[in-house]
Nanobody, 125 residues
Framework: QVQLVETGGGLVQAGGSLRLSCDPS????????MGWFRQAPGKEREFVAT???????????NYADSVKGRFTISRTNAKNTVYLQMNSLKPEDTAVYYC???????????????WGQGTQVTVSS
């Protein structure tokens, strides 16, 4: 099993920034991709960003069109922590953000085996 713990959510004004962190633990040896999804009230869960790695190299970040140019996903090789830097936040970014982990960096929620508990991000106008 793999456990994912997200931190960094909160309340911010439009135009502001937040950074989310996701720390994986447990049997992470077969995890090669991590990412973020989000779910706003009354809406379906949607893909935000993903990143993969091979050996010691982190590569191939991928983003939803709605966040491209504003959000940046990154990873530290030493601890496997994944970050989501969110800049120029908009009220429509308000959602619960979930960290995910799996073998492949897809934009399909059902492809991920492991999910964090979620962290709330609220952007006020």
């Amino acid at each position: 099993q793999v456990q994912l713990v997200e931190t960094g959510g909160g309340l911010v004004q439009a135009g502001g920034s937040l950074r989310l962190s996701c720390d994986p633990s447990g049997r992470t040896f077969n995890i090669y991709a991590m990412g973020w999804f989000r779910q706003a009230p009354g809406k379906e869960r949607e893909f935000v960003a993903t990143i993969r790695w091979t050996g010691g190299n982190t590569r191939y970040p991928n983003y939803a069109d709605s966040v491209k140019g504003r959000f940046t996903i990154s990873r530290t090789n030493a601890k496997n922590t994944v970050y989501l830097q969110m800049n120029s936040l908009k009220p429509e970014d308000t959602a619960v953000y979930y960290c995910v982990a799996g073998r492949f960096p897809t934009s399909v929620a059902s492809d991920y085996d492991y999910w964090g508990q979620g962290t709330q991000v609220t952007v006020s106008s």
